[in-house]
């Protein structure tokens, strides 16, 4: 029987492989969240949420891993689940969500934007909790365990993450910080959504009018969120903005070189060394492959090129 007592977060997983380490020129280790409940680190986060708020009803919106995550961690906690979803959302992680339990609500972004959803829904369910995916204190707190986990690997000079709303990047440097940790955190972002890109170069928090068509659907996000732009302004060494040919690029290198299914957004740490390899030549370097939740057809189209 299934309990919440039964169900935690897991361990991410380490894999290194020779053979991906001399393809990008640096000594890689993977930290893959492909492995935790409902395959990425969103459940680490969306347990730490369920498993806190007091209200009966959680409302998210997610373009598809933090609605699994949720609906997984609110059944598992007695919560109902709403979740509001792009039209655009990959098939398999629509169905994942509702197997999970959650009610999806689809919407088209280029007539209703998601917060707009959500927002429409907080009014008929007022004692509902909204959840940011990202933006908020208990995902952050939640996403801080990789960080400490990481912080246990002797011998690192970096640690590469994905960089969408910023829930993922915020958690790693409070868990490291929290464990007297100085390995630089630098973000992996597409070059199609750099809004985090241009807010560090800009030295404010800049947004998105219109979510980008970037094949990373994880990395749509119009911007980061207040609680995690303070965290990134001043805990993240850089970020690195990835092409789309190089997210595609970094899929198929972890599957050809290290036996590794990843999504598009879990693929940006491994294209971000593809993209400066500069920068991390010759240095001991955590990627972190923060998902692999992809619908197969683009699967398929990234690794053979099709």
Request: with cysteine.
């Amino acid at each position: 029987m299934t309990t919440a007592s039964r169900i935690e977060p897991k361990r991410t997983t380490l894999l290194e492989s020779e053979r991906l380490s001399d393809r990008l020129g640096a000594s890689v280790l993977l930290a893959t969240e492909t492995f935790q409940h409902t395959g990425s680190f969103k459940f680490r986060a969306a347990y730490e949420l369920a498993s806190h708020v007091d209200a009966a009803h959680v409302i998210a919106a997610s373009s598809g891993n933090f609605g699994q995550a949720l609906a997984l961690a609110c059944r598992l906690f007695g919560k109902r689940c709403t979740v509001v979803m792009p039209s655009t959302s990959a098939s398999v992680k629509v169905d994942a969500v509702r197997g999970y339990g959650a009610q999806v609500e689809l919407v088209d972004v280029s007539q209703e934007s998601r917060a707009e959803r959500v927002g429409r829904l907080s009014r008929e369910f007022p004692d509902a909790y909204i959840a940011s995916a990202y933006d908020d204190a208990w995902v952050i707190a939640g996403n801080a365990s990789l960080g400490r986990e990481l912080a246990e690997v002797p011998g690192l000079d970096a640690i590469v993450c994905p960089v969408g709303g910023g829930g993922l990047a915020s958690g790693l440097i409070k868990g490291l910080s929290e464990s007297g940790s100085n390995v630089p955190v630098v973000g992996a972002e597409p070059a199609l959504a750099n809004d985090a890109a241009r807010s560090l170069r800009e030295h404010r928090l800049i947004r998105d009018e219109a979510e980008s068509k970037t094949i990373a659907d994880g990395a749509r996000t119009l911007g980061l969120g207040d609680r995690n732009w303070e965290w990134i302004r001043d805990g993240l060494q850089a970020i690195v903005e990835v092409p789309e040919e190089l997210i595609a690029e970094g899929a198929r290198a972890l599957f050809l070189l290290a036996n590794l299914k990843a999504e598009p957004t879990g693929s940006l740490a491994v294209g971000a060394l593809l993209a400066d390899p500069a920068r991390f030549r010759d240095r001991r370097v955590c990627c972190v492959i923060s998902g692999g939740n992809v619908e197969p057809g683009v699967y398929s189209r990234m690794i053979t090129g099709a």
